[in-house]
């Protein structure tokens, strides 16, 4: 009997160059003080900045009820891929854990951890669950409004509803928090996130094939798009110009509404225009029916957070829905803010003044001076510079002299 011969397995390897490089970036000593990009350490004043702005905003949202969870840095993969919304699967930072021999993933975004929480941890807790978060996420890519990979995410969820009340407690919640933090200059993005597929299986048909397509158009806000797009989806082009400044864009909503919508649009009018009542008069209100970009999961209700001086939003939420294991779900409504751009800004910077404390000075007078305030800084050595350690005055027996 013959035998076969052996199979050679054709080896594949980078082309020379490409090795070469490979070997030089392994062998590299990498500098002690780099990192990778869209990576950098917070000094001072930053990091305490950053410390006491997110504390100043979970300090006013715990005001109203909401109980802070802290959620871990990293789960199993498939578990964080399943319920990851508004991040793909492929966006991940992974790293294998030497215990379970499984894939992690670092969170690139908290809400998710909080619909986990709430869907198994404390499913059994009364509805509606009001839970609060603050801490670091990390992308695996960046654009370039947003260069960093680390952000500081923050924010409120309510589990349990997505009523127009549930939308006015969390926008109002999200402004309260972002006036305490001493922002100023708000501007408040309103958005229908399924308006255009609810309208398409209703009043102004669009074959489901179009949808997204029209979805697109109308986000892009590209007129001659949709009108090529065909008869069913030239009424679309009025949703165009229902946006801009709140009070006018909603009387061409309206007009929307009692034109081709046939009355459709209704409910989620009143919704808008009861959302918007309580608002101060100071922040700016915005609407656009159409936008879809960040609000890829929101359901009926969306809304951005902009900021005076600042590129980009600052701050995203809506009403959306936490799934549960057996195939259920239920509704929830909260808001994420991302304030690294308001650090950097020096928002949440330190207030408060430095006192240089001597050798020897008396530990009950520098204790009440705290209690009023001051920021002591105690001298190790006589060789201590209270100018160079940043303080302004010193304790001089019981009195303070400016420095």
């Known amino acids: 009997m013959q035998t076969a011969a052996p199979v ?3 080896e594949f390897s980078l082309p020379s160059a490409a090795k070469s490089a490979k070997a030089r970036r392994m062998t590299e000593t990498i500098a002690p003080g780099l990192l990778p990009e869209g990576l950098a350490d917070r000094l001072p004043p930053q990091a305490e900045a950053s410390a006491r702005l997110v504390r100043e905003v979970l300090d006013t949202v715990a005001c109203h009820g909401y109980r802070r969870v802290m959620p871990a840095l990293a789960e199993f993969e498939e578990t964080l891929v399943a319920r990851l919304q508004s991040a793909k699967a492929e966006d991940l930072c992974r790293a294998v854990d030497p215990a379970s021999q499984r894939t992690l993933a670092i969170r690139p975004d908290m809400t998710a951890q909080i619909g986990r929480i709430a869907a198994t941890r404390l499913a059994s807790a009364p509805r509606p ?9 990390l992308k695996l ?6 260069p960093e990979r680390e952000r500081m995410q923050v924010g409120a969820e309510i589990i349990g509803s997505d009523s127009v009340a549930a939308a006015v407690e969390i926008v109002n919640v999200a402004i309260e928090a972002l006036q305490r933090a001493g922002v100023r200059g708000i501007t408040i993005d309103f958005t229908l996130p399924d308006l255009v597929p609810a309208l398409a299986a209703g009043p102004l048909p669009v074959a489901p094939q179009q949808v997204e397509g029209l979805r697109a158009r109308l986000d892009a806000k590209d007129a001659g798009a949709i009108a090529a797009m065909g008869a069913d989806a030239a009424p679309y082009q009025a949703l165009i110009e229902a946006t801009g400044p709140f009070h006018p864009a909603m009387t061409r909503l309206e007009a929307i509404d009692a034109g081709p919508a046939g009355g459709a649009l209704a409910e989620r009018i009143a ?9 101060g008069w100071d ?4 609407l656009d029916p159409t936008e879809r970009h960040g609000f890829e999961y929101q359901s009926w209700f969306g809304f951005s957070i902009f900021a005076e001086g600042f590129i980009g939003e600052i701050g995203r939420g809506g009403s959306y ?5 057996d195939g259920t779900s239920e509704p929830a409504m909260g808001f994420s803010l991302y304030p690294d751009p308001l650090i950097d800004a ?7 003044r430095r006192l240089f404390l001597p050798l020897g000075h008396d530990a009950a007078r520098a204790a009440a001076l705290r209690g009023e305030g001051w920021i002591t800084v105690a001298a190790l050595s006589n060789e201590d510079d209270a100018a160079a350690l940043g303080c302004e005055a010193m304790l ?5 002299t400016p420095i």
């Open 283 to 286: 922040i700016t209100l915005t």
């Open 346 to 352: 020096g928002f949440g910077e330190e207030t408060g």
């Open 141 to 146: 890519r960046t654009d370039q409004l947003r």
């Open 321 to 325: 829905a936490v799934a549960h294991g």
């Open 396 to 400: 001089a027996g019981n009195g303070i």
């Open 8 to 10: 050679r397995l054709r």
């Open 129 to 137: 669950l009001r839970l609060c978060y603050g801490g670091p996420v």
């Open 271 to 279: 919704a808008l225009r009861a959302i918007a009542k309580p608002i």
